[in-house]
């Protein structure tokens, strides 16, 4: 699959000294959702402001559907649709007139069939005519979506575009998010819940610290890092492990009534068959086990962790 964004050598620093970025390389696949994670003060939403011309960098080189965000600006911003983290916009405008308006600001001709398209795809048909002063924050935000979608752009940036909103409302622009997808266009989303990125993203990106520690596909990812772990409901309760059980990777937990076995599950030895064998030698009887996987919120606290 071709690559839509294309980042070189990305740098960023400011007046001050402050370095927001630094040797950023990164390829965004055309038609993906690409979910860029990474803590407070990492540097995401320095990357997309600069990806999209708001923030001119320092060194490196950026293209977006092949055109050179910095020389050829106004073709790249063309392609470009933003949501930024912060709602702003006309408060005694209609919605209707603040998405038609916003289409003509990248020279498109009117096209009120697809402003209506648009706005009933966000839910937003019934308060077209309200003035955006009136609605909630959840609409609101579903309005600044509407307005980076009115110039019908290939390339959708969302910055945190579910903060503050709730969990119905969240879940809606997940499958409008989809859809969007499958009509051709790359999304390329910010956010704090790794359960937005793990729910919807094709490809993963870690950045902290101003670089990129990682890019990988989610469920490779996953595969990868996530650590299984094996759950025994022991029959009787244990207050210490038996010394002959030390070179597995055990622990107790919920009072000694469970026994937690962590192991590599890409491994070609997990070691669980000599697990099991080795607590029937000792006479430790379990009433049940289950197993699960670590999820992308561990994986992802792992990953800053040992990049600073």
Not at 19 to 32: M, P, Q, R, S, T
Not at 94 to 120: D, M
Not at 276 to 286: E, N, R, T, V
Request: aromatic share 6%; with cysteine; glycine share 8%.
């Amino acid at each position: 699959m071709s690559s839509i964004i294309s980042i070189q050598q990305l740098n960023k620093v400011y007046d001050s000294g402050f370095v927001a970025l630094k040797d950023v390389n990164l390829e965004i696949k055309k038609g993906e959702i690409f979910a860029l994670l990474g803590p407070n003060g990492a540097g995401k939403t320095t990357l997309i402001s600069t990806i999209c011309g708001i923030v001119n960098p320092s060194g490196g080189t950026i293209t977006a559907g092949g055109h050179n965000v910095v020389t050829q600006y106004r073709a790249a911003r063309n392609i470009i649709g933003l949501v930024p983290q912060e709602i702003s916009t006309d408060s005694f405008e209609t919605v209707e007139a603040t998405v038609a308006f916003s289409r003509g600001l990248f020279g498109k001709p009117a096209n009120p069939q697809y402003v209506e398209k648009i706005l009933r795809q966000l839910s937003l048909w019934e308060k077209r005519n309200s003035k955006i002063m009136a609605l909630s924050g959840g609409m609101k935000r579903r309005v600044m979506i509407a307005k980076a979608l009115s110039h019908e752009p290939d390339i959708l940036f969302l910055d945190e575009p579910t903060a503050g909103v709730d969990v119905d409302l969240r879940r809606d622009m997940w499958e409008m998010v989809r859809g969007l997808r499958e009509n051709g266009a790359t999304i390329i989303l910010t956010t704090h819940y790794i359960e937005e990125a793990e729910e919807m993203a094709d490809r993963i990106g870690v950045i902290n610290k101003g670089q990129i520690v990682l890019v990988e596909e989610k469920d490779a990812l996953m595969q990868k890092l996530g650590k299984r772990e094996l759950t025994l409901q022991l029959q009787t309760p244990l207050t210490e492990l038996p010394a002959e059980l030390n070179g597995f990777a055990l622990e107790l937990a919920k009072d000694g009534h469970e026994l937690v076995y962590r192991f590599d599950s890409q491994s070609e030895h997990t070691g669980i068959a000599e697990l099991l064998k080795q607590l029937g030698q000792q006479g430790i009887d379990f009433k049940d086990l289950s197993t699960s996987q670590s999820s992308l919120e561990e994986i992802f606290v792992n990953l800053v962790r040992d990049s600073k």
